[in-house]
């Protein structure tokens, strides 16, 4: 129920500075129509409906002159999956689609995934820092607080059974200034209300001790022990494999396209390869959720695109960066309202990563970067470790995060239509909540059908995967190399990943495409070089496996041509 009061201060606040724009109470959610000349203004008109506390800001504004680019979807066109029925069909392969997809699998339903790219984990699931959150920064009454506080309890067990690398390195928030030690007790007391077990106030010594690069004016920090970080990528596709080895079903390059919803239940999704017939439909379409919503008939919230750019360094780098997810404590001066203000983290794989930016972008697929954006990132966070150098910058990149006015989560059965369930507005610190949202989707599930769930029997949470070749001893290489030649010849120097690793690659649970899928898998063509020496060989045993031209083969789906040539002449 909305504060009448409120609602007619905020919406006279709003219509005094932009009086051509139309606010509505559409039961319970604030209505946003009209036209601006500034994304900035729209996005700021959109906060202030959000401080209504309502049930959602639907935020329908249009940038005067401008025309969003369409969903890019697969070219495919066909009628493979045309009459598919199943009990739940869960829209996008990220992060939270997988999880959920994986939770499903527990129990004997038909469970089927959509995704529009030829891949999981290609948009925010793979194009974040890594970090599993403590949520320090979290107000305590967020469902963002709500579902971390849970996962983190869940996560080291999570990655063990999936066999993806979980790395407790902890994460420490540095201060520079001797008088904020005055108010530390207070700071740590509210972590430990927040459930942040271990939190501790670090001196300075111990501090040098610990991260030996930091900037000298470094006085204290508060370090969070339970902070963690693991490969976003490798437990996406862990999660999507192990769903699918326990009977659950995803379909690749198959986007949502429209639904029929009548008497407020989804009746069918209409996709690029057939129309599905779903009991319930699970939106976890990331960006496009809100998008997804509206053709459910059951648009409540609105997401706005921010964008965020990280860098990534070389693993020689390491060796004097940092040990912990570290951050520098600025102020609230120099912070932006709606980031964390980014860090310099390490990654399970070696190497450091820098960042993020957060830009709010009309875009929702715009993951362009510029070198204004890498020179600032550099200078920004060269304050906190002075040897940052740009020489080690080995790649780059940008993710949108999929955020609502409200700043928090959508975890909810559908308002107006019956059937769906959102699990949308996901950003940090979602690849740590995941798990536990997952949970709860089914309880979501349960509820909407009425009906107990029977386990799985045949349910196994553990995924076996070989350990990569570079990790095993000179011995258990030697036994490898006996048993298979192939695991003797290194195609990707960077990264010491031999031919065989790459074929078994090919061959697991989930279908691997593209020449980025194998680098997601087994970080071929990931190293100093980004695949100048091994991306040749690598497409020529790809097109041997599958029996392909080297033409089939793409960089990372339709359109993304590696080699254009006749057929003919490559043979």
């Not at 798990?435 to 349960?446: R, T």
């Amino acid at each position: 129920m909305i504060d009448l009061v409120k609602y007619h201060k905020i919406r006279r606040q709003i219509l005094r500075k932009h009086p051509n724009l139309s606010v509505t109470d559409k039961d319970g959610c604030i209505l946003l129509q009209g036209e601006l000349d500034s994304w900035d203004n729209i996005v700021q008109v959109g906060y202030l409906a959000a401080s209504l506390k309502c049930d959602g800001v639907i935020n329908e504004i249009k940038l005067k002159g401008y025309q969003p680019l369409a969903m890019r979807i697969s070219p495919i066109v066909d009628r493979q999956y045309d009459g598919l029925q199943c009990d739940v069909l869960i829209v996008g392969g990220g992060i939270i689609g997988t999880a959920i997809l994986r939770e499903f699998s527990k129990y004997k339903i038909k469970a089927v995934l959509i995704e529009k790219e030829s891949d999981v984990a290609l948009h925010a699931s793979s194009r974040n820092d890594g970090c599993i959150h403590v949520g320090i920064d979290l107000s305590r009454h967020s469902l963002k607080h709500k579902y971390l506080r849970r996962a983190v309890l869940m996560y080291e067990d999570l990655a063990h059974n999936l066999n993806v690398e979980y790395r407790k390195t902890g994460q420490t928030l540095v201060f520079t200034k001797a008088w904020m030690r005055a108010i530390m007790p207070f700071f740590v007391r509210h972590a430990i209300k927040k459930g942040i077990k271990g939190t501790r106030i670090i001196n300075r010594r111990e501090l040098l001790e610990r991260e030996p690069h930091i900037n000298k004016e470094a006085r204290f920090a508060v370090f969070f022990p339970d902070g963690a970080i693991i490969s976003p990528y490798n437990m996406v596709v862990a999660l999507a494999e192990n769903a699918i080895q326990n009977g659950a079903q995803i379909l690749l390059d198959t986007a949502a396209l429209s639904m029929e919803v009548s008497d407020q239940r989804i009746k069918s999704v209409a996709t690029n390869r057939g129309t599905i017939y779903p009991r319930v439909v699970v939106n976890a379409a990331g960006v496009f959720s809100d998008v997804l919503a509206k053709m459910a008939c059951d648009q409540c919230f609105t997401i706005h695109p921010r964008q965020g750019v990280e860098v990534i360094l070389d693993k020689k780098a390491s060796k004097y960066m940092v040990n912990s997810s570290l951050s520098f404590y600025r102020g609230s001066g120099d912070k932006k309202v709606h980031t964390k203000g980014g860090g310099v983290i390490p990654t399970v794989d070696g190497n450091i990563l820098v960042g993020p930016t957060a830009n709010e972008i009309p875009e929702r697929e715009d993951f362009s970067t510029s070198i204004e954006e890498i020179n600032a990132l550099i200078t920004k966070h060269r304050q906190a470790i002075p040897n940052l150098r740009q020489s080690d910058i080995i790649t780059y990149f940008a993710g949108i995060r999929a955020a609502t006015y409200e700043e928090d989560f959508v975890i909810r059965k559908g308002k107006w239509t019956t059937n769906i369930i959102h699990a949308a507005g996901i950003q940090s610190p979602g690849l740590t909540a995941a798990p536990a949202i997952a949970e709860d989707i089914v309880k979501f599930y349960q509820e909407i059908t009425n009906e107990s769930l029977n386990s799985n029997p045949s349910f196994n949470p553990i995924r076996n995967q070989q350990k990569p070749l570079k990790d095993l001893s000179e011995s258990e290489r030697d036994a490898l190399i006996r048993q298979n030649p192939d695991y003797g010849q290194i195609i990707c120097r960077c990264e010491e990943i031999s031919k065989g690793e790459i074929i078994d690659a090919l061959h697991r649970p989930l279908e691997v495409n593209t020449l980025d899928g194998i680098k997601r898998r087994i970080r071929a063509g990931m190293g100093r070089c980004q695949g100048g020496f091994c991306q040749p060989l690598i497409t020529q045993i790809m097109a041997h496996e599958k029996n392909l031209s080297l033409t089939d083969i793409k960089k990372k789906g339709t359109g993304s041509i590696l080699l254009n040539a006749n057929k003919e002449d490559l043979k």
